[in-house]
């Protein structure tokens, strides 16, 4: 039998990983106020979280719910059906529940709790310093207050923007900072191979990407009126960029972005296929 529980008055992330540090990290750094509790089996990374951002250790799944008046849902997309199942059993039923796991739609969260309100949240770790961007998607039974709630909570650490969920495949493989990571480390590597140490060819990289994406930010210019600023028919930069597009540059960030697409597709069909016969809350 499902129970209804006492006072909800605290945020509780269901998993103690890289992203719920983040995001603990850039609430505490905004100063968000709410109380915040996270469970994980690993008493390792309860303890960093503890140490890194002062959040509470719930000591077991029930109790942690039992807190909850937003229930994040921050586990690998493999895991997530399990966990749905762990809840049942604890007979207590989330109100709100916040998935951030990529590629599980939430027809299938539905299915799995089908007396849950459901939101999709994509997060970026770069939440940890305030400047992050996550990407909202809400069912249908979500009321106008509640995700307010979700739309300010996760506007304390960064950007947030809503996009129906048919978007969210694509903006995942989009939207991560390792594109910037990567970017920063292979264009350094080359620097290097062309001649710079190791550190002037990290600061000439990092500020190709870092400080030319802020101009374009801040200016309010457009892409195309700053490539020509930038690129000046028959110099250096403009040699470079056409000889990347040449080379094939465009297609293989299509292909990265659709190879990431893939993957969430995999993650939906997987989940999809498990949640048959699961328990419903």
């Not at 597709?265 to 989940?271: H, L, M």
Request: aromatic share 4%; glycine share 10%.
């Amino acid at each position: 039998m499902v129970q209804k529980s006492g006072s909800k008055t605290a945020t509780v992330f269901l998993g103690g990983g890289r992203i719920t540090s983040a995001l603990c990290s850039g609430l505490r750094l905004g100063r968000y106020k709410s109380d915040l509790v996270v469970y994980d089996r690993n008493p390792s990374k309860l303890r960093a979280l503890r140490r890194e951002s002062g959040v509470e250790i719930a000591r077991d799944l029930k109790s942690a719910i039992e807190r909850a008046h937003m229930l994040i849902l921050a586990v690998r997309p493999a895991s997530v059906l399990g966990l749905l199942d762990e809840i049942a059993r604890s007979g207590i039923a989330p109100g709100l529940c916040v998935s951030l796991a990529a590629g599980v739609p939430l027809s299938t969260l539905r299915r799995s709790a089908g007396a849950v309100r459901w939101v999709r949240a994509m997060p970026s770790p770069v939440c940890r310093i305030g400047r992050g961007l996550t990407a909202i998607t809400f069912d249908r039974a979500v009321t106008r207050t509640q995700r307010r709630q979700v739309r300010e909570f996760f506007s304390m650490v960064g950007q947030v923007i809503e996009i129906p969920e048919r978007q969210f495949d694509a903006f995942t493989a989009t939207y991560s900072s390792s594109h910037g990571y990567h970017a920063l480390a292979t264009l350094a590597s080359q620097a290097q191979r062309a001649g710079l140490d190791r550190k002037t060819a990290l600061t000439a990289a990092a500020h190709a990407l870092a400080d030319g994406i802020a101009y374009w930010r801040e200016s309010g210019l457009g892409l195309k009126e700053l490539l020509h600023e930038a690129a000046t028919p028959g110099g250096i930069a403009a040699a470079t960029m056409q000889a990347m597009d040449r080379t094939g540059y465009p297609n293989v960030v299509a292909k990265g972005i659709q190879a990431g697409i893939q993957q969430a597709e995999r993650n939906a069909k997987d989940s999809a296929q498990r949640s048959t016969g699961r328990h419903v809350l």
